[in-house]
């Protein structure tokens, strides 16, 4: 009888499948262009919020890409478009991180006192001019141009940037509908009735939806454009190359290491990024 229920045990202990535990799962990395995507991400997500707050009688479009001429790449992208019954906001969003230095009688502007880059409001301006072209002309005295950093950057800028008066703003994106609803209050009181009306807002939203541009591979030629070492400014006493490697660098890779204080003012190419 002993012997008998020994086996049994035996048997079933041979019949227990053996649990394997499953591996874990490798840490993915994420490489310096997919970081700084992801925080392009959560840029435009910050602003998105802000905008959906907007009151009713506001329309806005996010991401448009419009033809252009007289632009290096033949197109403009606009980041924002806020349509409200008392002026066309135009927004220009930058991500980087530091000191930005700047004026309006200066082509270009200094990040942490190293980094070029163009006037954000005279590339904001032809992003306008390419808009202007799309709607009817007695709207546009109408529109308003502001310029976007994060709360990583610190001014040094034009004073006459930050006073609500004019019509060229540069803001933090935390307080951008702030500035909108501050502006709006000073057009109301400049003016007593509303310079667009409904009808308006509609005809000028559909304009700006109809030229938009949304095919990918026109949008991918854009970006590589715009990237072309070529098509942009060279930075004084800097070359656009990494200094590990010798690698040739897009403009984009060139600002991104420039911004960022972890590569010492260095450039450096992706894969050398990594290593940092």
């Known amino acids: 009888m002993l012997l008998f229920l020994h086996f049994l045990k035996k048997k079933k202990e041979k019949d227990v499948p053996i649990q394997t535990r499953k591996p874990a799962a490798k840490p993915i990395k994420r490489t310096s262009e997919e970081f700084a995507a992801r925080k392009g991400e959560l840029g435009e997500y910050k602003i998105d919020i802000q905008l959906d707050q907007l009151p009713k009688d506001c329309r806005y479009l996010s991401d448009l890409l419009v033809k252009n001429p007289k632009a290096k790449s033949g197109y403009s992208q606009i980041d924002h478009v806020v349509l409200t019954p008392y002026g066309i906001f135009t927004f220009e969003t930058k991500n980087y991180q530091g000191t930005i230095y700047g004026g309006k009688d200066r082509k270009t502007w200094l990040v942490n006192g190293k980094f070029k880059m163009m006037n954000p409001f005279v590339q904001n301006y032809g992003h306008i001019a390419a808009l202007k072209t799309l709607i009817d002309e007695k709207h546009h005295p109408l529109f308003i141009s502001m310029v976007s950093f994060t709360k990583r950057c610190t001014f040094k800028v034009g004073l006459e940037y930050r006073k609500i008066a004019s019509n060229e703003l540069i803001v933090y994106d935390i ?50 454009k715009l990237s072309n070492p070529e098509d942009t400014e060279v930075i004084a006493g800097a070359s656009a190359a990494c200094v590990a490697c010798s690698k040739p660098v897009s403009a984009k890779v060139q600002a991104y290491c420039l911004a960022n204080k972890r590569f010492g003012g260095k450039i450096y190419c992706f894969e050398h990024q990594k290593t940092r």
């Open 175 to 224: 307080e951008l509908s702030e500035f909108i609803h501050r502006k709006l209050s000073v057009l109301k009181l400049q003016h007593k009735q509303p310079l667009l009306s409904e009808p308006d807002i509609s005809t000028i939203h559909h304009a700006f939806t109809q030229a938009n541009i949304i095919d990918p591979t026109t949008r991918e030629e854009h970006k590589l």
